[in-house]
């Protein structure tokens, strides 16, 4: 089945620094992959959509100058939180979609999650 | 503004025991629903999608159906196992590839 490979899965840093999650589609290519937010017993926030080649299309209330996001090649998508502080600590999921199939739409594949601890 | 519910939030059941997990969503206008599992601290595992125009999609010891009509899809674990204890979530596709979640049903199943 299709593979996304999220990394690094666990990072604790200082309060400013930069940090950058990669999202690997590993054995199909990824048109559109996607970024998303999961506070602790809370759901997943869809923060971004990033389409190969293109600027990411931002969800209401997401900052790009904060969240950077680079989808430059067809499996690999990174996303970077700028001088991150204490209340970006959350865990960053990232998905990625196969092209799809006619009027099918196919399943977005999701990586297993960055969980980022800013202190 | 799609909003995505799931009733219940926890569910603790015996091992064996079938089950029901409920999902309603108040836009009917949805391209496809799907069903996630989530294990503690990990990312996502798709489990079922149903497109819009289908009723329902079975794996294994799982079958969700859809109404879109009324907005309402049931998730059912045949057979429970403790090893199917996790968070289950569903999500509805909308326009511009936009999944909306529910906050999930997390399940326990004791041996």
């Known amino acids: 089945g299709a593979v996304v490979s999220q990394h690094p899965s666990w990072v604790i840093c200082k309060s400013g620094t930069s940090v950058k999650i990669e999202c690997r589609s590993l054995?199909?290519?990824?048109?559109?992959m996607f970024w998303y937010r999961q506070f602790p017993k809370q759901s997943l926030m869809l923060m971004a959509t990033s389409n190969e080649g293109s600027k990411a299309t931002y969800e209401q209330g997401v900052e790009k100058d904060k969240f950077l996001i680079n989808h430059a090649s067809l499996t690999l998508s990174t996303l970077t939180v700028t001088s991150a502080h204490p209340e970006d600590s959350s865990f960053y999921i990232c998905s990625a979609r196969l092209q799809p199939r006619g009027q099918v739409s196919q399943p977005q594949h999701f990586g297993d999650g960055t969980r980022l601890s800013i202190l | 503004k799609q909003e995505v519910t799931q009733i219940p939030a926890a569910l603790s059941v015996p091992e064996g025991e079938n089950l029901v997990l409920n999902c309603s969503f108040t836009?009917?206008?949805?391209?496809?629903l799907q069903w996630f599992r989530q294990d503690p601290g990990k990312g996502l595992t798709s489990l079922l999608l149903?497109?819009?125009?289908?009723r329902e999609q079975t794996s294994g010891r799982l079958n969700a159906s859809l109404d879109k009509s009324s907005g309402r899809s049931t998730l059912y674990i045949a057979a429970s196992q403790p090893g199917d204890s996790a968070t289950y979530l569903c999500a509805v596709e909308t326009s511009g590839s936009r999944l909306t979640f529910g906050e999930g049903t997390q399940l326990t199943v004791n041996p």
């Open positions: 054995d199909f290519q990824a048109t559109t």
């Open positions: 836009d009917s206008a949805i391209y496809n």
């Open positions: 149903i497109q819009s125009s289908q």
